[in-house]
């Protein structure tokens, strides 16, 4: 049982990391990214690739990703400058379709739909022993983020986005230059993003095109929402939630084995439904509260 | 009514009674813990509720034989969402939470991989339905635990390449659905094919979930193929041969036999799929084993189970776990119960099609040889099966088998 919590842990953990990246970007400055998982993307298969191909040390891998997933934001950020809201959703969907297409096309260097076995674990062994080590590893990265998050909500800077999220022409108005701060936003969330796809990588083992659907954006969504947008315990408590919605339905199974595999997959989904929809009825900012409540 | 400690302590306590009343025979031996992780949803929907249900239904026929070696069967379902990280969480689950002491019917390639390691850690078996070759050896399958109750997609590619020659093809192209499995049946196809000295005209892979594959198929037919080799399944061979159909266009299909099957007749008519090669491998179809099977998937899915292959290979999987557990004797663990898998299951023993009939027969000190619903499940040292592959020609709106082709 421990391990299975730990393992849960590890994957909240992963998951946090991409929490945090999206409340940097939509709940600080307001830019609806639904392409999330292009950056997550990009930093797993990094990881992947250098650390079996490249026979790179696990670290090389891990930077090389935040990097990477950094560095792919800039172009997004650029078009960022002429979109707003809606349409720059449309463009960054259409941005991790498009990473996860190179991906399936580029087969001499990622292997294709093939998928990239055998990554090495962040720490080897059995048992529960290396896999408190790599909680501990991603948990730390988790700690420096927030950390990093702290400080910026506090800074000049942090106070310009959230300005830019609040009334974008005032801030122009005030001889201000949007643009340059949300590209530097959207690159701050890819990096984490790009981070979290380096621990997802060496956490699974195993890499390819499938596993960076759109609907990994949804989830982080689905997560900020329930907890609160904008927060920092708003991300943790709602990527906890998320995966105890998602988990949980495995152990409702054992408690109630007469309903049978297919409804429950419907249950679980139809659960998530459900308390998005009594969120947005009865509490609207999140469990925790929305950024308005941030003292 | 007031509850006080008392009466929730009755209550529990007979909770706790119930939970721990002895099941018929099977009082004293632990019960044997299998783990049913299937593609419930994603991808391998089509087949995943199927799949989970036989190995229900396997599992009933064996307690109701009186069990394996003393032992009640127990089945522990997940889904895997034909997910790697939903798989691998549900194995971790499976593993640590409900002991499972073998995880049964993973299905695409990237589940089985990733699922593996944590097997191999855990010291339990897998059996799976992937096609991936890197799943035969090591380090994937470092401790032999790993079993492969379908053809590679390799071995897929060179029956396909033997059916060619057999059939005086000089110009074949290939298309490809854009996965694993789909590529690796071409691939296959064609390093088949090039060994004989032969060449492939054009190779397409497509993108699924596609309303028309009219671009794709222009490109293959712009060659001016004799035979198009096929890595598809139902949907878009459905749309392929329709609009192949439409353009009038002279060309033979081979196609596997998951993709081209009655549902693909049925939606297409008798004239466009005329001709049309379907190669399978040769689920036992007239074989005690099939029947049995058959008969449980009408009453579980009302549907035939010639139409889920894959089920019919969970099947076989708890007959031939069940048959290796009963070989191996009361208490035996993961590596007895794995060295006694070949034994009950490939040749040199007397076929046994059920488990009951297997059960007698190693009671008479015999060897036995199970042939399954879904192949005659030989084992070879990789814990492949290597099957025969039967040769259907859609003739008239039927399925026909006029050979069989061994690789």
């Not at chain 1, 790599?134 to 702290?150: K, M, Y």
């Not at chain 2, 033997?162 to 390093?191: C, L």
């Not at chain 2, 009408?298 to 776990?321: C, E, F």
């Not at chain 2, 990789?382 to 099957?387: A, E, H, S």
Request: one cysteine or more.
């Amino acid at each position: 049982m421990e391990a299975y919590l730990i393992a849960i842990l590890i994957v909240t953990a992963i998951y946090v990391l991409l929490s945090l990246g999206l409340t940097l970007q939509y709940g600080l400055t307001g830019l609806i990214n639904f392409g999330h998982v292009g950056f997550f993307c990009i930093g797993a298969y990094a990881a992947a690739i250098l650390s079996t191909a490249g026979s790179m040390p696990i670290a090389v891998g891990l930077v090389a990703g935040m990097l990477l997933a950094g560095l792919a934001a800039i172009p997004i950020g650029l078009v960022a400058l002429r979109l707003r809201d809606d349409y720059f959703a449309i463009v960054t969907l259409g941005f991790s379709e498009t990473v996860r297409l190179v991906i399936t096309s580029e087969g001499w260097l990622t292997k294709g739909v093939q998928g990239i076995p055998g990554i090495p674990k962040l720490i080897d062994g059995v048992g529960t022993g290396p896999a408190l080590m790599i909680l501990a590893l991603v948990g730390f990265a988790n700690i420096l983020a927030v950390i990093a998050f702290l400080r910026i909500v506090k800074s000049p800077f942090g106070r310009m986005i959230e300005a830019i999220r609040d009334n974008e022409d005032a801030v122009k108005a005030l001889g201000k230059d949007p643009a340059r701060f949300k590209i530097q936003v959207l690159v701050l969330g890819a990096v984490l993003a790009g981070l979290s796809g380096g621990f997802y990588a060496h956490y699974i083992g195993y890499v390819s095109p499938d596993q960076f659907l759109p609907i990994v954006t949804f989830y982080v969504w689905m997560a900020i929402i329930m907890g609160g947008v904008g927060r920092i315990s708003g991300a943790l408590v709602g990527t906890l939630l998320l995966m105890g919605f998602l988990e949980g339905s495995r152990f409702l199974r054992d408690l109630l084995p007469f309903i049978s595999a297919v409804e429950m997959a419907s249950i679980r989904i139809g659960a998530v439904g459900l308390a998005l929809i009594l969120f947005t009825i009865y509490r609207p900012q999140g469990l925790m509260g929305d950024y308005t409540r941030r003292k | 009514m007031t509850i006080d400690r008392r009466t929730i302590l009755q209550a529990g306590a007979s909770a706790l009674a119930l939970g721990l009343a002895p099941q018929g025979a099977f009082a004293q031996a632990e019960a044997y813990r299998i783990g049913a992780l299937n593609p419930v949803t994603g991808a391998g929907s089509p087949y995943g509720s199927g799949m989970a249900e036989m190995i229900f239904a396997a599992v009933d026929e064996v307690n109701a034989a009186g069990g394996a070696a003393g032992r009640r069967l127990q089945v522990f379902a997940d889904d895997t969402q034909t997910n790697p990280q939903s798989a691998v969480l549900a194995a971790k689950k499976l593993i640590e939470v409900n002991k499972v002491n073998a995880i049964l019917g993973t299905w695409s390639s990237g589940v089985s991989l990733a699922v593996i390691p944590l097997v191999n850690d855990a010291n339990i078996l897998l059996m799976h339905t992937s096609g991936a070759p890197a799943l035969s050896t090591p380090p994937a399958n470092a401790k032999g635990y790993g079993y492969r109750f379908q053809a590679t997609n390799d071995r897929f590619g060179r029956a396909f390449a033997e059916i060619a020659v057999k059939e005086g093809y000089k110009r074949p192209a290939t298309m490809a659905f854009n996965n694993a499995s789909g590529i690796g049946n071409t691939q296959g196809f064609k390093k088949a094919w090039e060994a004989k000295g032969n060449k492939v005209l054009a190779e397409v892979v497509y993108e699924p979930n596609q309303p028309s594959y009219r671009a794709e198929l222009q490109k293959v037919l712009a060659a001016r193929p004799d035979v198009i080799v096929m890595g598809s399944f139902l949907p878009d061979t459905t749309i392929i041969l329709r609009e192949a159909f439409q353009s009038g266009a002279n060309v033979k299909w081979i196609i596997p036999g998951w993709a081209a099957n009655p549902q693909l007749i049925r939606a297409l008519g008798n004239e466009a799929t005329e001709g049309v090669i379907s190669v399978d491998s040769v689920a036992n179809e007239q074989s005690a084993s099939f029947a049995r099977y058959d008969a449980a998937y009408r009453k579980g899915q009302s549907q035939p189970g010639a139409s889920n292959v894959y089920a019919a290979m969970t099947y076989d999987m708890v007959i031939t776990l069940a048959l290796a557990i009963e070989a191996a004797g009361p208490g035996a663990g993961t590596a007895q119960i794995n060295a006694k898998i070949r034994e009950v299951a490939n040749p040199a023993g007397d076929k046994v099609f059920s488990f009951a009939e297997g059960k007698t027969a190693l009671a008479a000190g015999k060897k036995i040889n199970y042939e399954g619903a879904s192949s005659v499940l030989d084992f070879d040292e990789f814990g492949d099966v290597t099957p025969d592959f039967g040769v259907f020609f859609i003739t008239k709106g039927q399925l026909e088998r006029r050979y069989v082709v061994k690789i």
